[in-house]
């Protein structure tokens, strides 16, 4: 049932073959809470890992990615992102890395150096980040 949800609602990419994927994308709010969609009304928070499961069965070579933007330096919702993606880690989610949605001109700018500390828990995760 849950992968079938899916499946309807993005026929095209899971047949796709592609380098790496933003799988699932500004899944938190500003204040780190859940943010309303289809995928997480349905399924709860669940629905994170069942994409990502999805993406790896359609794509098994494919750098799987989670996308959030305003989440490049350390606050809550980078915070309630390293929540997350430490426990897919934690129960062996097929995750690659970490995309940060830069927003150009964004006011005010984020902070090099939380920015240098938010990058640095990628390593122990052993997770790859790029900006998007």
Do not use: H
Not at 68 to 87: F, R
Not at 111 to 120: E, G, H, I, Q
């Amino acid at each position: 049932m849950s992968f079938k949800i899916m499946e309807q609602q993005s026929p095209d990419v899971l047949e796709a073959r592609y380098n790496a994927w933003d799988v699932v994308s500004e899944i938190f709010n500003d204040n780190g809470s859940w943010r309303s969609n289809v995928f997480f009304n349905t399924l709860g928070s669940n629905y994170v890992a069942i994409a990502l499961q999805a993406a790896r069965a359609a794509d098994p070579n494919a750098k799987l990615y989670i996308e959030e933007y305003g989440a490049e330096s350390v606050n809550v919702k980078s915070n309630a992102l390293w929540l997350l993606v430490t426990q897919l880690k934690i129960n062996a989610m097929p995750l690659d890395g970490i995309g940060f949605e830069g927003q150009v001109g964004a006011v005010p700018p984020p902070n090099v150096d939380s920015m240098s500390l938010n990058l640095a828990r990628c390593g122990p995760l052993n997770l790859d980040w790029a900006f998007t």
